[in-house]
């Protein structure tokens, strides 16, 4: 055998089919499959982060429109508190002018007030 | 004592009777100029929820001794639009559940004020009514839970609240003091 034969027994050799090993397709496989299992999310537990993360956004919405809809309604209040200020203001004003012009300097409102806040 | 017993208890109910506004409440229809307040107990606890900054607070400690607002202001276009006389028996009938005395009572021939305080069973005010009737304006005012005028005039200039101007309420800094009802007429 010369040098040439020898170099293409030597090629044919190295291009032989070697069968694998039985039940390495078998192991690739179940290590390609356990590998892709842990790097993912369980897909339940990605809807209930989901559902958990959709759910306290719009928690925080309603209580954000619900302190609004209380500020609103206090500041209602509010004004209808000044409004009940005005009147009771424009009546006892009136009152006392009326007691003025019969000689009573001043509506003893004051003597009404014994209690403190 | 059986006799006393049915007696108290038939009384209770007079001192404890609600303010019935239906008489004014009609009279909105009729009027040029209408002004009404409706506030219990429920709209006042929101109070609390104001800033603190702008007079909330102190307005939110008030509101805490509240009770209840009501208003009925009216201006009419003419005279004679109201009965007077019903309206004087609104205000008679309120003080004669006896839990009601008049504080003021101005009588005019064409009109009449009169400003009422109801005392708790504490001995303390803790109502205070106006009642303001002339020709062509009808005004009552209840507040209950207040008696104090002044604790409303310390309101005043809080949470854009006006000032109450009228009666030197509004200028009151010295203690207060407890004084016999006074009836001028």
Sequence with gaps: MNGMEKFEHELRESFRRVEPPQGLERRILERAGVSRRRGRMPRWMAAAASIAIAGGGLLGVMRWHEQQMRLRQAEQVRQQIALTVEITSRTLARAEGRLRSIGVKQIPVQEASWREY | ?185
């Design chain 2, 1 to 185: 004592m059986a006799r006393v017993l049915i007696l108290v208890a038939a009384l209770v109910p007079l001192f404890g009777q609600p303010i019935d506004y239906s008489l004014f409440d009609k009279l909105a229809e009729k009027a040029k100029e209408s002004a009404v307040v409706n506030l219990g107990p429920e709209q006042l606890t929101l109070l609390a929820g104001l800033q603190p900054k702008e007079g909330g607070k102190e307005l939110a400690e008030l509101a805490r001794t509240l009770k209840g607002i009501q208003v009925r202001s009216f201006e009419f276009d003419a005279p004679g639009l109201y009965d007077p006389a019903a309206v004087r028996a609104f205000g008679e009938k309120i003080k004669a559940g006896g839990a009601w005395n008049a504080l003021v009572s101005v009588k005019e021939k064409d009109g009449f004020t009169e400003i009422l305080i109801r005392k708790g069973a504490d001995g303390k005010a803790d109502g205070l009514l106006i009642l303001a009737a002339e020709p062509k304006e009808l005004t009552l005012v209840h507040i209950d839970g207040v008696g104090d005028l002044a604790a409303l005039a310390r309101l005043g200039g809080l949470a854009g609240i006006p000032q109450l101007a009228a009666t030197g309420a509004a200028k009151k800094k010295e203690a207060p003091r407890k004084a016999p009802e006074k009836q001028e007429e």
